[in-house]
Structure formats: structure tokens, C-alpha cells
């Protein structure tokens, strides 16, 4: 299939491209290419749609979505999480408005047909008299979304009936999950509510700056620095791990230094380090021990960010917190951002509540560090809208620069966890992993 100027010798070219480190500036704005995206990644892969403690009792429900599919997540009767397109079968308009609720039935609102809780149509208002007694209801349930599965307590969903298993998609990012969603007895469980805002800018580059980019943070975040919030050391983001993974997921540990003041486990209260040690093995609770921030994104657009990060002055104690955020894609130039605070369903009320206020008052669309990334990120995408970037004869003249570390920094083979580990943060691997995988996924049954 052809979209637009989008063939097959063009993409081959970008793959060429994105495999010395360089993407064209109209990856991020063409609209032949955010069609194929819609089409060839979100509609194939796994889209992550929530988290189990949100739909934790019969009748709970969430309206998230898959790109642009809306999908109705709730848990039935029998306790099974479902997933639909939130969709009425009878004339389409959107069945559920709300974030979330508890229902027995969901009734749509333009002509009252009611679906019970596993997706059968059980109520049609004057039924038999306007459609005789002949119609078959069963063939009117709603539309179940294909795949969903979960792992630990995430929920995805997938289009596509035919994509691999969820653990398999996963990979090795499964290890580094159970790092921060595994390492307690029970769990984790979401916060408050999750927030939503718009961005004007690309999905991608939301993703890659989470994915891969520590690089920006004492230039993009130096206010923080000047308040003391964050560390004057420049390179501070840098020291430790960069690790790509498969299928285009990568994560980036930060570690602790000696000559640095902060606490094993992330400063998480000492009553629970008994439990990572009985959920974790030992190597994983090693790095875990000596783990500062992690930061990362599972590919397409699921990023992640564990700091330990304050709202005041540097005698204010640092506080973790563990946030998930998806970068849906609206338009070319367009997202809307969900974003969830998760915390251990075993740690102390106090420290859930001070982990959630660490996490308000420095990512969502209020907290320092958010708002400087969401103005960044703007003005690139405006920049990437001209006659000059939008020249598909890929030359030096409209490509971007992904080459820090290509062929100069070797992989560290003395990191004891899975995946390609490079001996600092500041390196282009992950973004070069990730453009490689979207370029493969556009290549799919191109022509």
C-alpha cells in the first residue's frame, strides 16, 4: 500500500538512514506517514490501557483508548477484565463518556439500547414492536477488542487477533517491570486519577525523549538545578546504564554514586525492604539497591519515569514515585498524554501520599520538569512543518542527529541484567533502537 509519497525505495532509504544515526525532521510531521503509523504500529501491536486496580470490582470501568479506537475497559460479572470498542452497534455514537464509573449495564444515550457487563445487547427500547421478535440479539454484542492481556497488573490490548503473545512483546522489559511493579507483596496499585492534557507536538518525540534522551536534562531542567532541586553536576543523569531491549523498548538506570547522599531502594521506607528481598532475586534486588532514577519507554508509546525528586529546597528530602504515561496520537502535530501514578499497595499511607505530591509537583501538566519537556517538544514540532524540513530527499540538510556514541561507546558486559548495556546515559542507543523498530514496522507490507 501506498500513502501519499510514502513507497518502499522511500522508507528503505530512511531505514538506511536511521541505521547510521540520522532521521529525517518530516518523520515527525508528514501525514502519509502518521497514517501508516495508525495502520502498521498501533493497530498491530500492544497499546497499554490500564492498570487492574482500576477496574478491581464487577461493574468497574475505564474509557481509554487505542489511537483512535475508543475502547470501554471493565471488569464483568464473573471478574474477567474485558475490553470493547466503546462504540454502541446500533448507530455508532461513543457508548461510555465518562473516565470512570461502576455499572450494572451501560445504556447508550441516543436510542437506549443497554449492553449487560459481558458485551451482550440485553435491552432495546419498544424491541419487538419496532424490530419483531425475529432479531437475533446475540449478533449485535459489542465489539470485543481482539487480544488483551496483562502483566504484572498492566493491562494492553491489542487490534490485532493475530499479534504475539504480550510476554513475548515484552521481553526483557519484563525483568525491569518486576523491578518496579513486582517488588512488593501485593503490588501496585494507581493514585488519584489519572491526568490528561494535550500536547502539540508528535508522539514520537515524547517517546524518544523518554526512551532515550537523559542527555536533555540539565539544559531542558537547569531551573530545577537553579532552585537546588536537582544536582548542579552536569553529567549527573548520566551516570549509569543505558540498556536497549528488544522490539524497540529500552530503559536507562541511574545509579547511585558514593560521594552521593541518597538512600538505597529509591528512599523507600526501610519496613519494606524485607518484601524486595522475598520478591525480587538477588541480582535484581542489587540494582534496585543502587538504583537513582529510571526512566524508559516500551515501545510504541508506554514511557515510564521512577526519580527520586523534592518540590523545595535541597534540605527538603527526596521522595520516589512511579509514573506511566502514554503519548496517544491525535494528529501529526498532536497528542493527548494519560499519566498514572502507581504506588505499593504495602507502603505506608504517609509515603503514598508524599510519593504522590513528589510526582504532582514535578510531572503533569503542572509540575516543574513536565512543563519544560511539553515546551520543548512544541517547538519542535513546529519547527518541522516548513518547506525545508518536509523535503523527502534525505540528505544532510533536513536530518536530525542521533549519533552520540555510535562506534565509539562499547557495550558493558558486566551489567548483571538482560539486554545491551552501554556504561552511561548519555547516548543515542535506545533512540537508534527505537527508530530502527518504527522504521521495520512502516516496512511492513509496504510496496
Not at 123 to 149: C, F, H, T
Not at 188 to 209: F, L, Y
Request: with cysteine; glycine share 8%.
Amino acid at each position: 500500500m501506498k500513502y501519499g509519497k510514502l513507497d518502499r525505495s522511500l522508507l528503505e532509504n530512511v531505514r538506511a538512514k536511521v541505521q547510521r544515526g540520522l532521521l529525517p525532521q518530516w518523520a515527525f510531521t508528514d501525514p502519509d506517514v502518521f497514517q501508516a503509523e495508525l495502520e502498521r504500529i498501533f493497530a498491530k501491536t500492544w497499546n497499554f490501557l490500564g492498570h487492574e486496580s482500576e477496574v478491581a470490582r464487577p461493574g468497574d470501568y475505564v474509557t481509554r483508548w487505542i489511537a483512535r479506537d475508543p475502547v470501554l475497559l471493565v471488569r464483568d460479572a464473573e471478574g474477567k477484565v474485558q475490553a470493547y470498542l466503546n462504540s454502541c452497534t446500533h448507530r455508532g455514537t461513543k457508548l461510555c463518556t465518562a473516565d470512570f464509573g461502576n455499572k450494572k449495564a451501560f445504556t447508550c444515550p441516543y436510542h437506549g439500547w443497554t449492553f449487560n457487563l459481558a458485551g451482550e445487547l440485553t435491552g432495546i427500547v419498544a424491541g419487538n414492536k419496532v424490530y419483531g421478535k425475529e432479531m437475533d440479539r446475540s449478533q449485535w454484542s459489542l465489539r470485543k477488542i481482539p487480544r488483551v492481556e496483562s502483566y504484572q497488573g498492566m493491562i494492553f490490548g491489542s487490534l490485532n487477533e493475530h499479534v504475539e503473545p504480550l510476554e513475548t512483546f515484552l521481553g526483557d522489559m519484563k525483568w525491569y517491570f518486576d523491578l518496579m511493579l513486582g517488588r512488593s507483596d501485593h503490588g501496585m496499585e494507581v493514585r488519584g486519577i489519572p491526568q490528561r492534557w494535550i500536547i502539540h507536538t508528535n508522539w514520537k518525540i515524547s517517546a524518544d525523549n523518554f526512551g532515550g534522551d537523559p542527555y536533555h536534562t540539565a539544559m531542558t531542567h537547569r531551573s530545577t538545578v537553579e532552585l537546588g532541586i536537582s544536582p548542579k553536576d552536569p553529567m549527573y543523569a548520566s551516570y549509569g546504564y543505558q540498556i536497549v531491549l528488544d522490539n524497540g523498548h529500552g530503559i536507562n538506570i541511574v545509579t547511585r554514586r558514593k560521594d552521593m547522599n541518597v538512600p538505597p531502594f529509591q528512599g523507600l521506607p526501610q519496613a519494606m525492604w524485607p518484601m524486595f528481598e522475598r520478591n525480587l532475586d538477588p541480582v535484581q534486588l542489587d540494582v534496585f539497591r543502587n538504583t537513582m532514577i529510571t526512566v524508559g519507554n516500551c515501545f510504541p508509546n508506554l514511557s515510564f519515569v521512577s526519580p527520586m525528586h523534592g518540590t523545595g529546597g535541597p534540605d527538603e528530602p527526596l521522595t520516589s514515585f512511579v509514573n506511566f504515561r502514554v503519548w496517544r496520537p491525535l494528529t501529526p502535530t498532536s497528542i493527548e498524554v494519560t499519566s498514572w501514578l502507581m504506588v505499593d499497595k504495602d507502603a505506608p499511607e504517609a509515603f503514598k501520599e508524599a510519593s504522590y505530591l513528589s510526582y504532582v509537583g514535578s510531572f503533569g501538566p503542572a509540575g516543574t520538569l513536565e512543563q519544560d519537556d511539553a515546551e520543548i517538544w512544541t517547538r519542535v514540532a513546529e519547527a518541522s512543518q516548513g518547506w525545508m524540513t518536509q523535503d523527502k530527499d534525505v540528505h544532510y540538510n533536513n536530518v536530525l542527529n542521533y549519533l552520540m556514541g555510535l562506534d565509539r561507546v562499547e557495550p558493558d558486559p558486566s551489567w548483571p541484567g538482560p539486554g545491551v548495556a552501554y556504561p552511561t546515559c548519555y547516548l543515542d542507543a535506545i533512540s537508534r533502537a527505537f527508530y530502527e523498530r518504527w522504521i521495520e514496522c512502516l516496512l511492513d507490507d509496504a510496496i
